[in-house]
């Protein structure tokens, strides 16, 4: 069993179209992080969020963090082929152990 | 610039033959971290050390070492690779340890096994 469950595993869209992606978990994290990862390339952090509620917002990327920090969600506002990556929520319900979720494959099709 | 350094790009060894791969950071960052990565799968942390702490996660096989000889450096050694330890190794840093804290990625180290 995973700490951290990403759902969809794979999502193919057309460019344009909208789109979430959902981290869950039933521990409760002080905080969770979404990378990006391109073919070929480590993650890059795009957001930190802390606050149980707490929306960022990222140009066309939003993330919000639920209330009872077990969860967080990243949406995709008409989404771009340069959008086209893993990305991957993590983050560290102990303190000292790191954990990334399952991941999510997106492609933008041009 | 600042960055994550993982030496070579790509690997090739034979099975059972050792390999060592390297990864080096000028960012000073006293938390270094080895993933093992799958295609289209999340990262999977094989050990982390804490300035000269080493801490191996349970499920690591032993046939996985590694050593950090300073700040800077860090390697990971496979003693006898196997047909399933083919995948993309990835080197990570981060200034602590803790949820607050960024990893900073190494482009990593896809490894061939033939």
């Known amino acids: 069993t995973q700490l951290l469950e990403q759902s969809p595993q794979f999502l193919s869209i057309q460019e344009g179209e909208n789109l979430t992606v959902y981290c869950n978990s039933s521990s409760v994290f002080s905080s969770l992080q979404w990378y990006r990862q391109e073919p070929g390339e480590g993650p890059v952090l795009l957001v930190t969020v802390v606050t149980g509620g707490e929306v960022k917002k990222l140009k066309r990327l939003t993330f919000q963090f639920g209330d009872a920090r077990k969860d967080s969600s990243l949406h995709i506002t008409a989404a771009q082929p340069g959008d086209t990556g893993l990305y991957l929520c993590?983050?560290?319900?102990?303190?000292?152990?790191?954990?990334f979720g399952t991941g999510t494959s997106l492609t933008v099709i041009p | 610039d600042a960055m994550v350094i993982q030496n070579p790009r790509y690997q090739v060894t034979q099975f059972g033959k050792p390999v060592t791969l390297s990864c080096s950071q000028t960012l000073n960052h006293n938390v270094m971290y080895w993933y093992q990565q799958k295609s289209s799968q999340a990262p999977k942390l094989l050990f982390h050390?804490?300035?000269?702490?080493?801490?191996n996660e349970a499920d690591t096989p032993d046939n996985f070492q590694s050593r950090r000889p300073n700040t800077s450096f860090c390697f990971l050694d496979i003693r006898s690779p196997g047909l399933g330890d083919a995948a993309m190794y990835l080197c990570?840093?981060?200034?602590?340890?803790?949820?607050?804290?960024?990893?900073?990625f190494g482009p990593g180290t896809r490894l061939t096994v033939l």
């Open positions: 993590a983050g560290d319900p102990t303190g000292n152990q790191f954990y």
């Open positions: 990570a840093t981060s200034p602590r340890q803790g949820s607050y804290n960024e990893q900073f």
């Open positions: 050390y804490y300035d000269k702490d080493f801490n």
